[in-house]
Structures are given as structure tokens and as C-alpha cells.
């Protein structure tokens, strides 16, 4: 059951470079970050929309085609002053949810 | 791990109709959309497209980029003024600007700049069924009768008496 659950999670590595994917729009509305899935072409207000909270939005932030998830969570280290292997989880386990959800894609592998 | 809960990263889900968006938040996420060439599906508010859209429908907009808008389509624009979404029926042409107006509404809402223009509704949704009537050929005929001023003073009176029933059902 373990293993299934394990084989489901989307394959995060921090040698990645991660970029918001093309199917969104991302704006934000009254201090808050509102993600909008294109979905089959249609951006869709009475479906799912997604927010994020002020941690998560840092992190979107900073995928910008030249950070690696690695260079990310050392951004964020420095940030938040917490060391770096304390808070990869964290975001590793975010953008795996970022991109089970297709809001992120895959640049290259460095 | 980040010690404080508060740090952790977090993705939240909102369903539809949670998101309550003042207008103009509503222009820049719709626009925002319609360029990268999707389609925007909201609910429509109000009474001024009745009976063709009626409050609570939900309308799918195109971009113009499939060509300019026609006689008897259904536009969403910004209004001038206000700076909100406005979702009217096109009913004349002057130079580069439309005379747009609601099906229901007293007067026209003038000439509105091309610029103004951000799409034109494809669909309308109404408790899951498509509805059809108003955007096919006959817009062309319900233009025409809304610019000689014969269908508003007939819906009009409906509408008041359909404001006044919804009134007493949420009371």
C-alpha cells in the first residue's frame, strides 16, 4: 500500500529547474496569489482555483527558468534563516503537489 | 522542516463560486486569460441580458481574435466609466466603436471604444443545460428590435416582477 501511495507522488528532484507551466494564469487579487487552470482551453471561475500561502508563494516566485529547486531552497534558507536540509522537505513535498497538479513544469536537468 | 506552522509551503483548493471578485480584479483575470488565447467561464450577475441571460448563468467568453464583432453578438466590455465588466448585446457600428446595449435595459450604454472590447460570450450555461437562443442567427433580429426599442418595454415589467419574487424566497 506504502509502495503504491510512494509510486503516485510525482518525481521532484532539487537538480531541476522548475517553471510555472503554461496552462495557468497566475494574478495577484487583493494580496492574494489566485492560480487559474487552463483547462481544455478554458479558464474555468466555477471550478478549481488555487491559492497558495505566503511560503508557497515565495517559492513560485522563484522558478524563473534559471534556478534549480536546489538553488530555491537555499534562496529560501536565507530567507526564513533555517537551514537548508530542514526546509528541503517542505518544498519538495510543495512542488510535488505543484506538479501532480500540471501548475509546474520541468526545465531541464542540470 | 520549517518549525513554524505558519512557514510551511501550502496549496489551498477553492471551489467555484467561493471567489467573490470585485470587478475590476475580475477585468485584469479575465483579460489575463483571454491572451494567452483561452477561454474565460464565469457566472453572469444581473438582470440586463434577460430573458436571453438571466442572473446566474454561467457564460463562457471568447477573445475577439477570431475576427471583429457582429451585429447581435454578445460582448463583454470594460465600461469607460466604472471600469467594471459589462456583458451587452452589440447592436451598431460607428468607425471603430460599438453601440452596445443590454436586452433589457432602458437606454443604451453609448458608444464604447474598440479597445474596450475584451470578448464575446460563445456559451451560455443555464442549471447545467446549454442554452442556445440568443447567440445564433437570430441575434442578428434581437439587435435590430432592440435598436427600434420593441423588445425592452416587453421584458422589463417580467424582470421586475421576477426581482420582487427572488426578493421574497431569500427573505
Do not use: W
Request: include cysteine.
Amino acid at each position: 500500500m506504502k509502495e503504491k501511495e510512494e509510486s503516485m507522488k510525482a518525481n521532484v528532484s532539487l537538480e531541476t529547474v522548475y517553471v510555472p507551466s503554461e496552462d495557468i494564469v497566475i494574478r495577484e487579487i487583493e494580496g492574494e496569489l489566485i492560480v487559474v487552470p487552463l483547462v481544455s482551453g478554458i479558464g474555468d471561475l466555477e471550478d478549481e482555483l488555487f491559492t497558495m500561502n505566503a511560503t508557497g508563494r515565495a517559492i513560485m516566485e522563484k522558478l524563473d527558468k534559471k534556478k534549480s529547486l536546489k538553488d530555491v531552497v537555499n534562496e529560501l534558507s536565507l530567507l526564513y534563516k533555517a537551514p537548508a536540509d530542514e526546509i528541503e522537505q517542505d518544498v519538495v513535498g510543495f512542488m510535488e503537489e505543484l506538479l501532480k497538479r500540471r501548475m509546474i513544469v520541468k526545465v531541464s536537468r542540470a | 522542516m520549517l518549525k513554524s506552522p505558519g512557514l510551511k509551503p501550502l496549496l489551498f483548493v477553492k471551489k467555484g463560486g467561493e471567489l467573490s471578485l470585485p470587478g475590476q480584479e475580475l477585468t485584469r483575470l479575465l483579460q489575463a486569460v483571454l491572451e494567452k488565447g483561452a477561454s474565460f467561464r464565469f457566472r453572469a450577475r444581473g438582470f440586463s441580458m434577460f430573458p436571453f441571460i438571466k442572473d446566474g448563468d454561467v457564460i463562457t467568453v471568447d477573445s475577439l481574435s477570431g475576427g471583429k464583432p457582429r451585429l447581435g453578438d454578445v460582448l463583454v466590455y470594460v465600461n469607460p466609466r466604472t471600469r467594471k465588466i459589462v456583458v451587452h448585446r452589440m447592436i451598431g457600428k460607428r468607425r471603430d466603436c460599438y453601440i452596445i446595449k443590454g436586452d433589457n435595459t432602458p437606454d443604451s450604454d453609448g458608444i464604447i471604444p474598440r479597445e474596450n472590447i475584451l470578448g464575446r460570450v460563445k456559451r451560455v450555461e443555464r442549471e447545467g443545460k446549454r442554452i442556445f437562443l440568443g447567440l445564433g442567427v437570430e441575434r442578428v433580429i434581437i439587435a435590430l428590435l432592440i435598436r427600434a426599442g420593441i423588445l425592452s418595454p416587453f421584458f422589463l415589467p417580467v424582470v421586475r416582477i421576477t426581482r420582487v419574487l427572488k426578493r421574497k424566497r431569500v427573505r
